[in-house]
Nanobody, 118 residues
Framework: VQLQASGGGLVQAGDSLRLTCVAS????????MAWFRQAPGKEREFVGV????????SYAASVQGRFTISRDNAWNTVHLHMNNLKPEDTAVYYC????????????WGQGTLVTVSS
């Protein structure tokens, strides 16, 4: 199982950014996909999750209404669309995969850094 995240960068507050995670080595449509983030000096936190088919999503309260997760099972990709970015969104963002019958995420990407300046 491999997850490759990309799309991070330096942006200004209020800007938008799209992160992409490309999956390989497993049957993508059998895995729930999620995004987590870890800010400097803080623990990793949940950002959002998308169901196997993409029909259902759920987000952390801190990003609800600003971030959207989508997936394309034909291309084994999941995206995190981030709008109205805030300095407190600065973090390393990780994509993660959880097999549909498992209860925990056991596959993680390498992370991509998002820095939001004020």
């Amino acid at each position: 199982v491999q997850l490759q995240a990309s799309g991070g960068g330096l942006v200004q507050a209020g800007d938008s950014l799209r992160l992409t995670c490309v999956a390989s080595g497993f049957t993508f449509s059998d895995y729930v996909m999620a995004w987590f983030r870890q800010a400097p000096g803080k623990e990793r936190e949940f950002v959002g999750v998308i169901s196997l088919t993409g029909s259902s999503t759920s987000y952390a309260a801190s990003v609800q209404g600003r971030f959207t997760i989508s997936r394309d099972n034909a291309w084994n990709t999941v995206h995190l669309h981030m709008n109205n970015l805030k300095p407190e969104d600065t973090a390393v963002y990780y994509c993660a995969a959880r097999y549909k019958e498992d209860s925990s995420y056991n596959s993680w990407g390498q992370g991509t850094l998002v820095t939001v300046s004020s």
